[in-house]
């Protein structure tokens, strides 16, 4: 694994590696900055259900990477950031104009690469870009009304998040030769698991102290997270000043109150629960793969999900 996250590392540096100096500066600007690799990481465990050493997997994992990288540019120009993995954001460091062209650059690169491994990964790619858009829109615009809101922004993160993990899962164990019930049950288990991490994460801006992150910047940012969709649903009169205080960004001078009130709200017991509903499901899919390596290392990445919010 360590050998082959090294290849693809090298190889995520190679597609920005252009003669354009500008566009080679801030198309390795994000590579540089780290991240943890967390689909490529998941398309070469996915590839041990199979054969690790056939063609495809490690290109696959490039391409996946570079599209999720891309998002990253448009998401921090949409989102007017300023940081992104702990560096000036690409928009903040040139502009925005910059910011979405390299981010145009990587997803052209991304299908240079999809368009070596046959008709039927390029189909899967397009289809999967269709629904992180479709999630990425469905975030920006008003609910429809009659919508629940807990499963509006639940399919938001299928699409928006979980789609691109589980064509990465999907990849690993598809490249590898793995059987097609085992493919689709990979790809099942990353969409679940992507829709975690992300719950996982929203929780952990709320409830942790010990992170390494600044609690509290969804809030700021008037970000509707799970906790905070749970919160406004909810009817306690007691926890009214709460729903007056997340029904848009809070102000710096009322975050503290805010996080109080959050860490000790029923929202926050209800955004555990619905985390635990997918951490389960992604563990009973995990061990419904065949019995390996490859089945108890993606174990593992559920029980670290649910620990790491813990």
């Not at 502009?95 to 299908?111: E, K, P, R, V």
């Not at 789609?163 to 049950?185: D, M, R, Y």
């Not at 996080?259 to 389960?280: F, H, M, N, P, V």
């Amino acid at each position: 694994m360590r050998e082959s996250l090294d290849a693809v590392e090298e190889r995520l540096l190679k597609a920005v590696d252009t003669d354009q100096p500008l566009l080679r500066q801030s198309g390795a600007h994000l590579i540089h900055a780290g991240g943890k690799r967390f689909r490529p990481m998941l398309t070469l465990a996915c590839s041990h259900l199979g054969d690790p050493g056939r063609p495809g997997i490690i290109d696959s994992a490039v391409a996946l990477e570079l599209t999720h990288l891309a998002t990253l540019y448009h998401d921090d120009v949409m989102d007017e950031a300023a940081v992104r993995r702990g560096a000036p954001s690409a928009n903040a460091r040139w502009d925005n104009s910059i910011a979405i062209l390299t981010g145009d650059y990587l997803f052209s690169q991304a299908a240079q690469i999809m368009s070596d491994l046959g008709p039927e990964a390029v189909r899967v790619q397009a289809a999967t870009f269709a629904r992180l858009v479709r999630g990425q829109i469905n975030e920006t615009v008003r609910r429809p009304d009659g919508i629940d809101p807990v499963e509006w922004h639940l399919d938001i993160l299928s699409e928006k998040t979980g789609s691109l993990i589980a064509t990465s899962a999907k990849f690993g164990a598809w490249f590898a030769g793995a059987p097609p019930e085992t493919v689709a049950i990979a790809e099942e288990f990353g969409e679940v698991i992507g829709v975690a991490f992300q719950i996982a994460d929203d929780i952990i801006d709320i409830a942790s102290d010990t992170s390494g992150k600044t609690p509290g910047t969804d809030l700021l940012e008037g970000v509707p997270t799970l906790p905070i969709i749970y919160a406004l649903a909810g009817t306690d009169p007691s926890e009214e000043r709460l729903r007056e205080l997340v029904s848009g960004p809070v102000a710096e001078e009322d975050l503290a109150e805010a996080l109080a009130l959050l860490r000790a709200s029923t929202a926050i017991d209800q955004a555990r629960a619905t985390l635990e509903q997918y951490g389960r499901r992604a563990h009973d899919l995990a061990q419904a793969l065949p019995q390996g390596p490859a089945s108890a290392a993606l174990i593992d990445i559920c029980d670290y999900m649910l620990e790491r919010e813990a």
